[in-house]
């Protein structure tokens, strides 16, 4: 009974987790895009390699607190810029290495 009640809450959180409002911009060249989640700021990039492979999506950011956030599209394929809507800060994200999240700047405090 312990168990299943365990799963139960398991999957719960993970559902929880997936849901949200997810919005993105393409790249320049238009082979890649930047994809957000709007609810905590995450944000990852996905690329194809042609129309007949799905995309490639890496690893999301770490999100923030709850907000309204929104990415700005930019020329760089491995970094872009997001902002929260709600107080007007912005944090730069980029990739290193595609095989792990991306790493975001403190958001602005101004």
């Given at each position: 009974?312990?168990s299943?009640l365990?799963?139960?809450?398991?999957?719960?959180?993970?559902?929880?987790?997936?849901?949200?409002?997810?919005?993105?911009?393409?790249?320049?060249?238009?082979?890649?895009a930047?994809r957000?989640?709007?609810?905590?700021?995450?944000?990852?990039?996905?690329?194809?390699?042609?129309?007949?492979?799905?995309?490639?999506?890496?690893?999301?950011?770490?999100?923030?607190?709850?907000g309204?956030?929104?990415?700005?599209?930019?020329?760089?394929v491995?970094?872009?810029w997001?902002?929260?809507?709600?107080?007007?800060?912005?944090?730069?994200?980029?990739?290193?290495d595609?095989?792990?999240p991306?790493?975001?700047t403190?958001?602005?405090?101004?």
């Amino acid at each position: 009974m312990k168990s299943a009640l365990f799963l139960s809450a398991a999957l719960a959180a993970t559902t929880a987790m997936a849901e949200g409002q997810f919005s993105g911009v393409s790249t320049k060249g238009n082979l890649s895009a930047w994809r957000i989640n709007h609810g905590n700021g995450a944000v990852s990039l996905c690329s194809f390699e042609g129309h007949k492979n799905e995309p490639a999506c890496y690893p999301w950011s770490t999100g923030g607190a709850a907000g309204s956030y929104q990415i700005i599209a930019g020329d760089d394929v491995l970094s872009t810029w997001r902002i929260n809507a709600s107080t007007g800060a912005v944090s730069l994200c980029e990739y290193k290495d595609v095989a792990n999240p991306p790493i975001c700047t403190p958001w602005s405090t101004q």
